[in-house]
């Protein structure tokens, strides 16, 4: 598949498995798994067509291991990102480390030193192990800042938090107080 092609599939799949399956008239399950067969069928009806292969070449090939493919490879679905209110991933609950990281954009941080980080449309607030990861999220949303939260101490406060398949870290809401602001 061509990049573009590959691209253009991705992103269709992102607004389908994460926020708007109706697009395609497309039914997920309560952990946001729709049958493969009638995605691919859905998709082409749309005028989306794309084969099995190329489907199994963007979740192989997805840097940001974006999809998963079920065991029996019968059914597909986004590893986070939902905006879809009645989708739960049924992920265990993890204890995580001291500190993660979350990249934003600089015209948000007085609001986040306000009010801390929410989940807004999506389901989750999504952290990172990984500075760089953080920073590449912050720049798609104008001049990047990395914000450092203290996972660990708001776990032991009674936070929740989860991992996704392919390493997010998942939280309902982090407090500013939690909340350094490194370089901002």
Do not use: C
Not at 1 to 26: D, G, Q
Not at 72 to 91: E, P, W
Not at 137 to 148: A, D, S, T, Y
Not at 160 to 184: K, M
């Amino acid at each position: 598949m061509n990049k573009n092609k590959l691209e253009s599939t991705s992103k269709f799949l992102s607004l389908i498995l994460r926020h708007a399956p109706e697009t395609v008239n497309l039914q997920l399950d309560q952990h946001g798994w729709a049958n493969v067969a009638e995605l691919l069928e859905k998709s082409a009806a749309h005028g989306k067509a794309f084969t099995r292969s190329e489907l199994e070449e963007v979740v192989a090939t997805s840097d940001k291991k974006r999809f998963a493919l079920s065991e029996d490879g019968l059914s597909i679905r986004a590893n986070q990102g939902h905006s879809v209110a009645s989708v739960d991933l049924a992920l265990p609950p993890a204890t995580p480390p001291a500190i993660l990281y979350h990249g934003t954009a600089s015209r948000f941080v007085d609001s986040i030193k306000a009010s801390g980080l929410h989940a807004r449309s999506r389901n989750h607030v999504h952290l990172s192990l990984q500075k760089d990861t953080a920073m590449n999220v912050g720049q798609r949303h104008g001049k990047p800042v990395i914000l450092e939260v203290r996972a660990q101490a708001m776990h032991q406060q009674g936070h929740q938090f989860y991992v996704s398949e392919n390493g997010v870290w998942l939280t309902e809401a982090v407090p500013a107080s939690f909340i350094s602001f490194p370089n901002a």
